[in-house]
């Protein structure tokens, strides 16, 4: 079987198009979409998300902040800026890059952005949202993983979809998507016995396990659709999935590359969720003072 790369760069460039055409269309109703990136500390790879994501920002028409601050920030203090970017009406999204330093409590961080301005979906508002089957903001890659099968024109409806991996991050939230699109969902994790009795009955498997080359090819129904959410680094720097990808090559019908599978659209869905808040924050406040501000 010849096993179909789904290109997860291509698709973001193509999508990306289309949100450069709705940041110009709030360009011309006076408002320029705005978000705010926050990192606490020093991390390497946070410091090279952020980067991409700013760079991402300006390439669609989209004003960032970078909010830098440094690894011994109190927690106090970080709520007291993100406070401030709530109230900022040149801010329509705000992200708090994760991991946060041990000192400060993720989850009260989280809580503490504006449902609205929760560029990420992480905040418990949109997770309820999400998980009752009502509009959210949908966490990115979750958001990517559903536009990358769309794209490829697949229909979850009917067929079984498992994943592995339950983070809050991915695993659930894009477990309750494909629940409401009509799949039926196991969710796999580290207690769970035997994965490959699973795994090897997934039409859609989802890989987000966040262990690198978990899922081997023999662990893959053939003709299944492979979407990798993985990305680690081995001790030799190369970078890889979730999914061992050379031994699933020939045993799925379709499989997200990493890099340039997932991780492309994951920053495009960021892009999207900041101008969906800066439509709904711009209608929400036509005709007064509130919407001329932003301008």
Same mark, same amino acid.
């Given at each position: 079987?010849?096993?179909?790369?789904?290109?997860?760069?291509?698709?973001?460039?193509?999508?990306?198009?289309?949100?450069?055409?709705?940041?110009?269309?709030?360009?011309?109703?006076? +408002?320029?979409?705005?978000?705010?990136?926050?990192? +606490?500390?020093?991390?390497?790879?946070?410091?090279?998300?952020?980067?991409?994501?700013?760079?991402?920002?300006?390439?669609?028409?989209?004003?960032?902040?970078?909010?830098?601050?440094?690894?011994?920030?109190?927690?106090?203090?970080?709520?007291?800026?993100?406070?401030?970017?709530?109230?900022?009406?040149?801010?329509?999204?705000?992200?708090?890059?994760?991991?946060?330093?041990?000192?400060?409590?993720?989850?009260?961080?989280?809580?503490?952005?504006?449902?609205?301005?929760?560029?990420?979906?992480?905040?418990?508002?949109?997770?309820?949202?999400?998980?009752?089957?009502?509009?959210?903001?949908?966490?990115?890659?979750?958001?990517?993983?559903?536009?990358?099968?769309?794209?490829?024109?697949?229909?979850?409806?009917?067929?079984?979809?498992?994943?592995?991996?339950? #983070?809050?991050?991915?695993?659930?939230?894009?477990?309750?998507?494909?629940?409401?699109?009509?799949?039926?969902?196991?969710?796999?994790? #580290?207690?769970?016995?035997?994965?490959?009795?699973?795994?090897?009955?997934?039409?859609?498997?989802?890989?987000?396990?966040?262990?690198?080359?978990?899922?081997?090819?023999?662990?893959?129904?053939?003709?299944?659709?492979?979407?990798?959410?993985?990305?680690?680094?081995?001790?030799?720097?190369?970078?890889?999935?979730?999914?061992?990808?050379? #031994?699933?090559?020939?045993?799925?019908?379709?499989?997200?590359?990493?890099?340039?599978?997932?991780?492309?659209?994951?920053?495009?869905?960021?892009?999207?969720?900041?101008?969906?808040?800066?439509?709904?924050?711009?209608?929400?406040?036509?005709?007064?003072? #509130?919407?001329?501000?932003?301008?």
């Amino acid at each position: 079987m010849e096993t179909r790369l789904i290109d997860g760069l291509a698709l973001s460039n193509r999508l990306r198009g289309a949100l450069r055409e709705r940041a110009d269309a709030l360009h011309a109703r006076g +408002v320029r979409p705005g978000l705010a990136l926050v990192i +606490v500390g020093d991390d390497a790879a946070s410091r090279v998300y952020v980067r991409n994501k700013v760079k991402a920002c300006a390439d669609t028409g989209i004003y960032s902040e970078h909010v830098e601050l440094p690894g011994d920030t109190s927690e106090p203090a970080l709520l007291e800026r993100i406070g401030a970017l709530n109230r900022d009406p040149r801010i329509h999204g705000i992200l708090v890059q994760l991991p946060l330093p041990g000192h400060i409590a993720r989850e009260r961080v989280l809580q503490a952005i504006a449902p609205d301005k929760d560029a990420d979906g992480f905040h418990p508002l949109n997770v309820g949202l999400l998980a009752t089957g009502q509009p959210a903001t949908v966490p990115c890659t979750p958001a990517a993983v559903m536009a990358l099968l769309e794209s490829e024109g697949i229909d979850p409806r009917g067929q079984h979809a498992v994943v592995v991996g339950q #983070s809050n991050i991915v695993g659930k939230p894009v477990a309750h998507l494909l629940l409401q699109k009509g799949a039926t969902v196991t969710i796999c994790n #580290s207690k769970t016995r035997v994965l490959a009795d699973h795994t090897r009955r997934a039409d859609i498997l989802v890989a987000a396990a966040g262990r690198p080359q978990l899922v081997t090819g023999e662990m893959v129904k053939p003709g299944a659709v492979v979407i990798d959410v993985g990305i680690n680094r081995l001790p030799n720097g190369k970078l890889v999935g979730d999914v061992e990808f050379q #031994s699933v090559l020939g045993v799925a019908a379709r499989i997200t590359p990493v890099p340039g599978g997932v991780g492309p659209m994951t920053v495009t869905m960021l892009l999207a969720n900041t101008l969906a808040a800066a439509e709904r924050q711009a209608t929400a406040g036509a005709g007064s003072a #509130s919407s001329t501000v932003r301008a």
